[in-house]
């Protein structure tokens, strides 16, 4: 799994990510956390999932974040990022919270 090679094998995402099969791991080590891309018809969503542990985090957001992405690849080779200046669409802490905000999506 991307997210395990970039951030570690021992990052915790906070939930077995293949109960999220649509959920296509994205990470990159020069993000501050893992990141995950889904979509709904056209529109694009990354999903960011930072630490569990706050003191961790290098930045003062939730720990789960969903904000609008852009596919700058093809349909058939997606290339999703963040969209530039794209705020958030939802963020929470607890993963209860995500899968019930995820399922309104899917």
Known sequence: MLYKQEFG??????????????????SWHNDLCPSFYFNVGEQYYVLWVDYADEEQREEDTPRYMITKGVNEGTEDKPEVYCEANSEEIGSCENYEDLKLFLRSFI
């Open 9 to 26: 094998q021992d990052f915790d995402l906070g939930f077995d990510l293949e109960s999220h099969p649509y959920l296509i791991d994205k």
